[in-house]
DNA sequence: CGGTTTAGGTCAACCCATGAAACAAACCCA
DNA sequence: TGGGTTTGTTTCATGGGTTGACCTAAACCG
């Protein structure tokens, strides 16, 4: 017999695991801070003393985690406070995306802010896996390089895939034609020079991260379905995202809309992706040269392009039933439409609504919301360099202690 | 901005904490253990040395949280070891169930095992809820006075609803003509003389949770369905229980399977409800007087009905496709077939199995498991008892200072 | 310009949980 | 019966956090 509840502390607390625990407490509380906070606030807020605070801050500023700002006045009376909030130098993360239209990298300090977004326009259909990662670890040099100037220094790297990704391995991305890709080895073969650690995951998870930092405070529970040529979401429920057993979950495009409907290269038949992709969306129409998916399709819906129009009301149709799935399953009330879907919300939103509206058991009583999601396509490298961030942010002593 | 995980310790943690942290680490220890586990052996597994046990072990006698199960002499030299295990006196959950067929009462002690189970046969389709749970107080008064006298103290009583509830109302029960009552409140009026805190949940949720515990640690991800006059699911993932954004996850009944399909009374088309619950399977044919839905099934089906096997067919069908769905979503390898579905699971795993390994897209490179729950009807019940010995579990700390 | 007010640092004394080492208890075996 | 062995307990030292007092710094106010 088993407490249902598995994920607790494995380990012995002793006093100085209780110091790391209050540092941790203290550093959350200058993370929710929506401005500098002092010390003294920072003791009423948590509970601990002036004393214990003054110490764990000491630990902080030595550990390039936070920094002073100098003292604000307020008018009152008194000495005036000074300011500390999370520092813009010190660790960052670095991300890597493989997109339709490019590869793009990008580092985010412990702030959360972009500081370094670099876009490569690539047509990789003709290339393989080792050249694209080629490419990407040299975008990763000059980011880092770049970086380093700004006195950042990039902690780990991750990579963004569209399609489902278990330690390294790339299982299926047809989007890029590729099958059981080791890419988390390749990519380190070919940034061994920068000593930077990597991890690879969904594109779509990363993205829904990148969202929910990008929320600030606002969105803790949400899906972020992203939208290319193929279909992913990202699932985060009170503020944790959602991995599933082996980190494959949110695979949308694959969600059975109409069980006898058009066949699908996975083998099924009636997959959201047969209807909603930007593929399915453009039918036949080929695509002119120079231009990508994404502009094709907006280009088009903007021209008032009826065959055009027809398709992204049976794609909105589609997506909206397989997201009413994803609702009552789940209980989640936001949905985020990302990816190409991002720059589509106007003509797909109102008919997601209309679905949702029947679909959803429990929406007669409680309201859904639909919108696009804020980050545009950038989302997913965003939310890439967001995990080492977001790594350091939970766990601050292990980069004490590096 | 926010870090991704806000489930952290909001409190500090001062040297009295420290001390419940590993209380509740020890009592982990002794949860998990197989067999009584002597002090010595849960210093060494814990990693906490053998005084800070001993004091630790004494406040947990001192609660009556666990008992010394005498001397074991396993022939070798030396002092022979005090074995320690959970205490089978002491706090009690209680566990109430409206089901199709009666309505059912509960006692776990904190072992997880069941020390009393009472049922009682009604049909409440012509009487209100007030009635109902008069009678469910009434049942319950004597399930309490009977583990008194074995030294149980029934600490919360949970009441298990098909349908989603929030804050002890429940917002619609078809199978029991109920809409926003507030069960919560009127079980609670009828019981004020018991003084146990009331919780309302959902039945499956309940269920989800009674096979959990009964698994013994083989288990840890999974899909309950529950199937009878509705259908819904109760997820577990990573040995916890989503819950959603209101606590209505796993309304699997209102998953769309043919958009275009028969309408619901829920005001959708297509809902699995239509395909696969009780009723739909039993097509029109009325069920005959003082037998149940659950054995009219079972019954024509093993009789050989060429209809009732048709329905099953398509139920079997339809089952594989909204949980198909509800695996690419969430990317869970297990699903349990619970409610009446366990009883005839035999005639529909094959048909589940077959729509699993066409639509989910991971099935091709690693397996699924479909199979019927282990509890039979009284999951709900069971589960829902031991949601308070859930809660004591993962705080025993808040027990002792009861 | 000096008094007041507030932020922050520093120092003692104390509390309390854990760790280390010594000690008592209860078994085996010869 | 006595040595060896393992278990559980007692005693003392350690160390972090708290409380409280006292002090300095830097603003406002009359």
């Given at each position: 017999?088993?407490?249902?509840?598995?994920?607790q502390?494995a380990?012995?607390?002793r006093?100085e695991?209780?110091?790391s625990?209050n540092?941790?407490?203290v550093?959350?509380?200058?993370l929710?801070?929506?401005?500098p906070i002092?010390?003294t606030?920072?003791?009423?807020g948590?509970?601990?003393?002036?004393?214990?605070i003054?110490?764990?801050?000491?630990?902080?500023l030595?550990g390039?985690l936070?920094?002073?700002t100098g003292?604000?006045?307020?008018?009152?009376?008194?000495?005036p406070?000074?300011?500390?909030?999370?520092s813009?130098?010190?660790?960052?993360?670095?991300?890597?995306?493989?997109?339709?239209?490019?590869?793009?990298?990008c580092?985010?300090?412990?702030?959360?802010?972009v500081?370094h977004?670099?876009?490569?326009?690539s047509?990789?259909?003709d290339?393989g896996a080792?050249?694209?990662?080629?490419?990407?670890?040299?975008?990763?040099?000059?980011?880092?390089?770049?970086?380093?100037?700004?006195?950042?220094?990039v902690?780990?790297?991750?990579?963004?895939?569209?399609?489902p990704?278990?330690?390294?391995?790339?299982?299926s991305a047809?989007?890029?034609?590729?099958?059981?890709?080791d890419?988390?080895?390749?990519?380190?073969?070919?940034?061994?020079h920068?000593?930077?650690?990597?991890?690879?995951?969904?594109?779509?998870n990363?993205?829904?991260?990148?969202?929910?930092?990008a929320?600030?405070?606002t969105l803790?529970?949400f899906?972020?379905?992203?939208?290319g040529l193929g279909?992913g979401?990202?699932?985060?429920?009170?503020?944790?995202?959602l991995r599933?057993?082996r980190?494959?979950?949110?695979?949308?495009g694959?969600?059975?809309?109409?069980?006898?409907?058009?066949p699908?290269p996975?083998?099924?038949?009636?997959c959201?992706?047969?209807?909603?992709?930007?593929?399915a969306?453009?039918?036949?129409?080929p695509v002119?040269?120079?231009?990508?998916?994404?502009?094709?399709?907006t280009?088009?819906?903007d021209?008032g392009?009826?065959?055009?129009?027809?398709?992204?009301?049976?794609?909105?149709?589609?997506?909206g039933?397989?997201l009413?799935?994803?609702?009552n399953?789940?209980d989640?009330?936001?949905v985020?439409?990302?990816?190409a879907?991002?720059?589509?919300?106007?003509w797909?939103?109102?008919?997601?609504?209309?679905?949702?509206n029947?679909?959803?058991?429990?929406?007669?009583?409680a309201?859904?919301?639909?919108?696009?999601?804020?980050?545009?396509?950038?989302?997913?490298?965003?939310?890439?360099?967001?995990t080492a961030?977001?790594?350091i942010?939970?766990?601050?002593t292990?980069?004490?202690?590096r």
């Amino acid at each position: 017999m088993r407490p249902s509840s598995p994920r607790q502390a494995a380990e012995p607390v002793r006093q100085e695991g209780l110091r790391s625990i209050n540092l941790e407490l203290v550093f959350r509380h200058i993370l929710a801070a929506p401005a500098p906070i002092s010390r003294t606030e920072l003791a009423t807020g948590t509970g601990l003393t002036r004393p214990t605070i003054s110490r764990i801050v000491e630990e902080l500023l030595a550990g390039n985690l936070i920094t002073e700002t100098g003292l604000t006045h307020d008018g009152r009376a008194g000495r005036p406070r000074v300011g500390l909030s999370i520092s813009d130098k010190g660790p960052a993360g670095l991300g890597l995306d493989i997109r339709s239209d490019g590869l793009a990298a990008c580092v985010v300090d412990l702030t959360g802010t972009v500081r370094h977004l670099a876009f490569a326009p690539s047509t990789y259909a003709d290339q393989g896996a080792p050249a694209v990662l080629a490419e990407l670890a040299r975008m990763a040099g000059t980011a880092i390089e770049a970086t380093a100037a700004e006195d950042l220094t990039v902690v780990t790297a991750t990579l963004a895939v569209p399609g489902p990704v278990d330690a390294g391995m790339v299982r299926s991305a047809p989007a890029l034609g590729w099958r059981n890709v080791d890419a988390g080895a390749l990519l380190r073969g070919a940034t061994r020079h920068l000593a930077v650690p990597i991890t690879v995951d969904n594109e779509a998870n990363l993205a829904a991260l990148g969202e929910l930092y990008a929320s600030d405070n606002t969105l803790s529970s949400f899906v972020y379905v992203s939208g290319g040529l193929g279909i992913g979401a990202g699932i985060v429920l009170d503020g944790q995202l959602l991995r599933g057993v082996r980190g494959w979950s949110g695979e949308l495009g694959h969600v059975t809309v109409y069980p006898d409907g058009k066949p699908c290269p996975c083998g099924s038949r009636g997959c959201l992706q047969t209807y909603a992709s930007l593929p399915a969306i453009l039918s036949d129409e080929p695509v002119p040269p120079h231009s990508t998916p994404d502009a094709a399709v907006t280009g088009r819906a903007d021209a008032g392009d009826p065959a055009t129009l027809a398709a992204l009301d049976t794609a909105g149709t589609a997506l909206g039933i397989a997201l009413s799935d994803v609702i009552n399953i789940l209980d989640i009330d936001t949905v985020l439409l990302g990816g190409a879907f991002s720059l589509l919300s106007s003509w797909l939103t109102a008919t997601i609504r209309t679905e949702l509206n029947q679909r959803v058991l429990t929406a007669a009583w409680a309201p859904l919301t639909v919108r696009p999601a804020q980050l545009g396509p950038d989302a997913a490298v965003i939310g890439a360099a967001l995990t080492a961030i977001d790594q350091i942010r939970q766990h601050p002593t292990a980069w004490l202690l590096r």
